[in-house]
Each structure stands twice: as structure tokens, then as C-alpha cells.
């Protein structure tokens, strides 16, 4: 019948709205709670952080991609696999540092920021932050310390939503204490 | 489960965490209410999506069957087990597999920690059935991850105040109000 078939919505459609629009709704609550633009940076950092440590694992079981020889391998597996399973987005990895231990990640069109305007007074706010937390919770998860930060963002008037790593160190696990 | 049906899941339960993490003890009954109010805002919007394009709901057995389909389909990835009504507007809906709680242990062991995961939901469906139609919402936890819904038709409602009730939260009208 007509009218049932154009009720149905399409439901993946509304699935990856769901996650945008609870995204949202979260980003609102947090200023309301904080007001302070750099603390609700700190809290998606820090959330994003504990959804990325358990993200990897689900991450490892899905792809059965092995250990990255480099860290240019890090980056396309990130870009390629995991963002493109995740968010279905596939960034550019771009801008290379010298010693290779530095890329950007460059996203067109970021699904968190769908419908999203951020209002003036709000400059210092990165509103996607949670997706720097998720990057350093996973990868810590697999020995790398790396460092996410912000280059551009689109909902500031940016042409594209720039994400900058930093590899720091790599992490040894740490041998319990009164073993050897 | 699809990847972003993981990611939404983890997305979710972080929320609830945080919230409880950032709250001190004795405003912790609060978060609930907090939970419920950003499915209030979630639900708001999800309303403008599900409804564009199509017409008016006949009565009130359609719009519980848009809910146990359509509805539950996108919003939970699957559909409603179980629905029951007595014909004098009383529904119940039982989900055997609640999205939200598949993750916690089977069994009666966390049963007072689970309403935390059913708050956010309950504002979503709150929202909508506020939209279409009244409805007074009760949502209970049978056994993780069981949970029955329970929806009491009120029809037009004479005095225009709307009232929901929901078994874990007194955030009552003062919510609903809000949109």
C-alpha cells in the first residue's frame, strides 16, 4: 500500500542521524553543565577516550588486520578501515611531517557536525573532540602515544575538518610491580 | 551487530558514565532525569525525520504499530517481540532483546543499575507519542535485557496539560513542557 511504504524511513539513515542527533544533544548538555569552552573539550576528550580503549578491540576482531609495520600504515588502516567502518567517511591522509611522524587527517564531511551551527561566543569550542579522544584511547590501547589535536574545523568556517597526529612514544606494557 | 551499531552502543553507555561520574553523590538521582532530557532532545528531532512525507496516524493502534515496526527497527535494530493490549488503550510491548542491555549480565544481579540504560530511550519514545498523540509511558525492566513498555492511552486531554510518568524518574511535566 502507498501510504505504508512512504512511512517506512530508511532505517540506516535514521540510525546514523540517531547517533549525530544524540552527539548533539550531548555537546548541549555538556556547555549547559561546564559553560567553559576548554572544559567540555577536556570531558569528549576524555569520553572519547574511554570509548576508544574498548572501540580497538571491536575494531581488531572485525578487520583481523595484523600489527602496522609504520606508522604511514597506522595511518591508512585509521583512514581506510576504520573510519570507513565506523562513521562511513573515508579522510585523506595528508601532509606528512619529515620524519614521518606527524599526518593530518582531512574529513569533508564530517557526520557529527550534521545540522550543527555553532552559535558566537563558542570559538574556542571543538566540537567533534570526541573524535580525538576515540584516536587516543585506541591507539594507546595498541602501544602508540600519540597526540590528536584540531587544525581546522568546519563548523568554523574552515573549507575542511583538519585532525593532526602526533606520534609521541611508543608505549611498552608496564611489568607489574615485584616482578622482573 | 554492524560496526556503527557498536559504536552507538559504546557512545551510549559512555554517556550514561559520564554522567554519573561527573555528578556528585547526592544529586545522583538527577541523572536519570538528565538522561531522559537528552532523549527529549534526541526525540524532537527523530519526530521531524520518521514523519516527514507521510500522513496522519488513523488511531491509536497505528501509531503502536509504527512503533513496534518502523520505529523500534531504527531506533533498536530489530522489532518488537511481543504486543499486548486490552483493548481499552492499555499497550504493553515487550522487547526480549532491549539494545541497550544486551551487554549486562542475564539475570536479576544488576537490575537496580539497568534504568539507567532505559532513561535516554524512554524520553526518545516520550517525545514522539507527546507529538502524535497522548500517551502516559511507564518502561520496567523485567530481567536484563527484558524490558516491558508499558503505553496508557489518554486520548484528548481536556485541560491540554500534559502528564508523563515514568517508573525510575520524577522529572514529570516539567519536562514535557519543555517542548
Redo the contacts between chains.
Keep these: 500500500m502507498s501510504?505504508q511504504a512512504?512511512?517506512?524511513?530508511d532505517?540506516r539513515k535514521?540510525?546514523?542521524?540517531?547517533?549525530t542527533?544524540?552527539?548533539?544533544?550531548?555537546v548541549?548538555?555538556l556547555l549547559r553543565?561546564f559553560e567553559d569552552d576548554e572544559e567540555v573539550n577536556k570531558?569528549l576528550e576524555?569520553?572519547g577516550y574511554?570509548?576508544g580503549v574498548?572501540?580497538i578491540e571491536?575494531f581488531l576482531a572485525?578487520s583481523n588486520s595484523g600489527r602496522c609495520n609504520d606508522f604511514r600504515e597506522t595511518a591508512d588502516v585509521i583512514s581506510k578501515m576504520a573510519f570507513k567502518?565506523?562513521?562511513?567517511i573515508t579522510p585523506v591522509v595528508s601532509n606528512w611531517s619529515a620524519a614521518g611522524d606527524e599526518f593530518s587527517l582531512l574529513i569533508e564531511n564530517n557526520p557529527l557536525i550534521d545540522?550543527v551551527e555553532l552559535p558566537d561566543g563558542h570559538n574556542a569550542l571543538n566540537y567533534s573532540n570526541l573524535l580525538c579522544g576515540v584516536l587516543k584511547g585506541a591507539l594507546e590501547m595498541v602501544q602508540m602515544e600519540v597526540d590528536v589535536k584540531f587544525v581546522q574545523d568546519q563548523l568554523k568556517g574552515d573549507s575542511v575538518t583538519e585532525l593532526r597526529l602526533k606520534f609521541v612514544k611508543r608505549l611498552e606494557d608496564a611489568v607489574p610491580v615485584g616482578e622482573d | 551487530m554492524a560496526?556503527?551499531?557498536?559504536?552507538?552502543e559504546?557512545?551510549?553507555s559512555?554517556?550514561v558514565?559520564?554522567l554519573y561520574r561527573?555528578t556528585d553523590k547526592e544529586d545522583q538521582d538527577q541523572c536519570i532525569a538528565?538522561l531522559e532530557?537528552?532523549g527529549f532532545?534526541?526525540g524532537q528531532?527523530?519526530v521531524e525525520?520518521?514523519t516527514?512525507?507521510?500522513?496522519r496516524f488513523k488511531d491509536d493502534l497505528d501509531i503502536m504499530k509504527?512503533i513496534c515496526k518502523?520505529f523500534w527497527?531504527?531506533?533498536f535494530?530489530k522489532q518488537i517481540d511481543n504486543l499486548r493490549t486490552n483493548h481499552q488503550g492499555v499497550y504493553v510491548l515487550q522487547d526480549n532483546r532491549f539494545r541497550f542491555l544486551t551487554q549486562i549480565s542475564n539475570g536479576k544481579q544488576f537490575m537496580d543499575a539497568a534504568p539507567k540504560y532505559l532513561a535516554?530511550a524512554c524520553g526518545i519514545i516520550k517525545v514522539l507519542l507527546l507529538n502524535w498523540c497522548k500517551f502516559v509511558v511507564k518502561a520496567e525492566v523485567v530481567q536484563c535485557p527484558l524490558v516491558n513498555s508499558k503505553f496508557r492511552y489518554k486520548g484528548l486531554d481536556k485541560t491540554n496539560q500534559k502528564v508523563l510518568r515514568t517508573k525510575h524518574c520524577d522529572y514529570l511535566s516539567v519536562n514535557a513542557l519543555l517542548f
Excluded: W
Design positions: 501510504r512512504s512511512r517506512a524511513s532505517p535514521v540510525n546514523g542521524e540517531l547517533f542527533l544524540t552527539y548533539g544533544a550531548l548541549a548538555q553543565d570531558q576524555k569520553m574511554n570509548i574498548r572501540l571491536d572485525r567502518m565506523y562513521l562511513g545540522f | 560496526a556503527d551499531e557498536v559504536l552507538f559504546l557512545f551510549h559512555e554517556i558514565a559520564f561527573t538528565k532530557s537528552l532532545r534526541v528531532s527523530l525525520r520518521f516527514k512525507d507521510c500522513s509504527f518502523d527497527n531504527s531506533v535494530k535516554m
